[in-house]
């Protein structure tokens, strides 16, 4: 569960970046976050991750009251959720196996579990057959799949995608978002950051658009400029 109330965030030089955010999203929900270069998306996936801290209000996250955590904790925080970079942030000298691997090392998970749950989630990605290759081996869309089951593998309950289409062609689009939704379907909460329209007009998910720093619009698609909804 993902709880914001009364949110406001202001950088060190002063820049306002988020304003009296208010925002709930329950377990197993799928979320577009939406808006403009500068709106306040980041922004706010970066508070979602103890990357910044708010300047005012409450927020709450899989059990966590982020206004007030300690930073001993911000670690245990982090391993509730799998997050998906738009760089995707794979090790060249790694195997697609040792890359997954990874995420389950730094926490200490045991060797006989690595063994179990890495290929599990190869398989849930499509890429069993691709496990000794290195990522300049890989094409685009394979390697965001590398990055999904490595987000995964450490059983999130939170995904976090960020623009997880923006650089690929509209059939790797539609096989991305498959994965979201199958990834949804196993019961996670997924947020995609994207500013991508067609994906929201398309898929019809619930929609929150960030525009200069505070919530404008929460439904279903995108709010038209006249106050409706776009299909």
């Not at 996936?45 to 059990?63: D, F, H, M, P, Q």
């Not at 498959?178 to 898929?203: A, F, P």
């Amino acid at each position: 569960m993902i709880h914001f109330k009364n949110v406001s965030m202001a950088y060190p030089d002063g820049t306002v970046a988020l304003k009296d955010i208010n925002l709930h999203i329950d377990d197993g929900e799928f979320v577009f976050l939406v808006g403009h270069s500068g709106a306040g998306k980041t922004s706010l996936t970066k508070l979602l991750l103890c990357e910044e801290r708010l300047s005012a209000g409450s927020i709450e996250v899989n059990g966590y009251r982020l206004d007030k955590i300690r930073s001993r904790k911000i670690p245990y925080l982090r391993r509730t959720m799998g997050v998906v970079f738009q760089d995707f942030k794979l090790f060249d000298k790694m195997t697609v196996y040792e890359n997954v691997a990874f995420a389950m090392r730094v926490i200490g998970e045991k060797n006989a579990t690595i063994r179990k749950r890495v290929p599990f989630f190869l398989n849930v990605v499509g890429l069993t057959d691709k496990a000794d290759s290195f990522p300049d081996h890989l094409s685009g869309g394979e390697q965001q799949r590398v990055a999904f089951a490595r987000a995964l593998v450490n059983n999130p309950s939170l995904i976090i995608a960020d623009e997880p289409t923006g650089n690929i062609d509209n059939n790797l689009r539609d096989d991305i978002m498959d994965l979201l939704l199958r990834i949804n379907r196993l019961g996670k909460t997924v947020i995609v950051v994207t500013h991508d329209e067609e994906l929201i007009r398309r898929y019809r998910k619930r929609t929150v658009e960030i525009r200069s720093g505070e919530i404008v619009s929460d439904r279903i698609g995108l709010a038209d400029p006249e106050g409706g909804v776009q299909a």
